[in-house]
């Protein structure tokens, strides 16, 4: 069986995730979409929201092979723990591939065993991040085409309430 795991904050998840995750689940059996626990890491939405939002994607998407998760620590023992022998990442621009390239080298070098594969972002999504949906939303702006249309009203509304 061939699993998977697309890990990251998903604070909250974009079109862009969409567009990653909708690419890559046709190559699994299984995949595991994995919010990442990080008590240092400041997110603007509670873990529970993130998963609920994924679960909302999974379902209007009918991406019936994908399922979400959470994780602490590090990402290659949660990716055995599940079996997942491939991580999955998206790359908008040569700056991400900065930050990619270090993880990656630290990933193999924890286990060599698993194998991240990257998908190219769409143009459309390549100005898109978690933190400019924060900032618009939080200022009331439209966040149409830049979340999933059945997450917007919770997004709005959690923006909302901070
Ligand atoms: O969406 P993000 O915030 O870019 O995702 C980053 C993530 C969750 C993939 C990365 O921070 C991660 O894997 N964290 C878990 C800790 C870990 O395994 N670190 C290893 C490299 S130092």
């Known amino acids: 069986m061939k699993i998977g795991v697309y890990p990251g904050s998903f ?12 690419n890559a689940a046709p190559l699994f059996d299984k995949l ?27 379902r209007a998407e009918g991406l019936d092979n ?47 065993g698993i194998q991240t594969v990257y998908f190219m972002a769409n143009p459309a999504h390549s100005f898109l991040s978690s933190s400019n949906v924060k900032e618009i939303g939080s200022y009331g702006g439209d966040l149409h085409g830049l979340v999933p249309e059945y997450n917007l009203n919770f997004i709005r509304e959690r923006l909302a309430r901070q």
Do not use: C, W
Request: aromatic fraction near 12%; proline fraction near 1%; glycine fraction near 6%.
């Open 32 to 58: 595991y979409v994995a919010v990442l626990y990080n008590v240092s890491k400041s997110a603007s939405f509670s873990v529970a929201d993130r998963v609920t939002m994924i679960e909302n994607v999974i």
């Open 66 to 112: 994908v399922v979400s998760g959470t994780f602490d620590g590090l990402l290659v023992e949660y990716a055995r723990s599940i079996g997942a022998r491939y991580i999955i990442r998206g790359l908008r621009a040569t700056s991400d591939f900065e930050y990619e390239f270090q993880i990656d080298a630290i990933n193999r070098h924890l286990n060599d």
């Open 11 to 22: 604070d909250p998840f974009t079109v862009g995730h969409l567009d990653v995750l909708k």
